[in-house]
């Protein structure tokens, strides 16, 4: 998708020196990757604690069907 937008040339240089990108276009690719991952590790994070397999959980009574 293409898209104009206006962005902080000093703040586009530093992305750009930080992430090693020769291009403008390659550090705003890299900028949204890292934010989106970052945005999903969160969403796991806040999974945390909110179900998931019991601490008394027995697998092995529960292969024997017992």
């Known amino acids: 998708m293409r898209t104009n937008i206006v962005l902080d040339d000093r703040l586009v240089r530093e992305a750009m020196?930080?992430?090693?990108?020769?291009?403008?276009r390659e550090a705003v690719d890299?900028?949204?990757?890292?934010?989106v991952q970052s945005g999903r590790q969160k969403k796991l994070l806040n999974l945390y604690?909110?179900?998931?397999?019991?601490r008394d959980y027995d697998?092995?009574?529960?292969?024997s069907g017992t």
């Open 17 to 24: 020196k930080l992430a090693r990108a020769k291009t403008m």
């Open 30 to 35: 890299i900028a949204l990757r890292r934010f």
């Open 49 to 54: 604690g909110t179900g998931g397999i019991r």
């Open 59 to 63: 697998y092995k009574r529960a292969r």
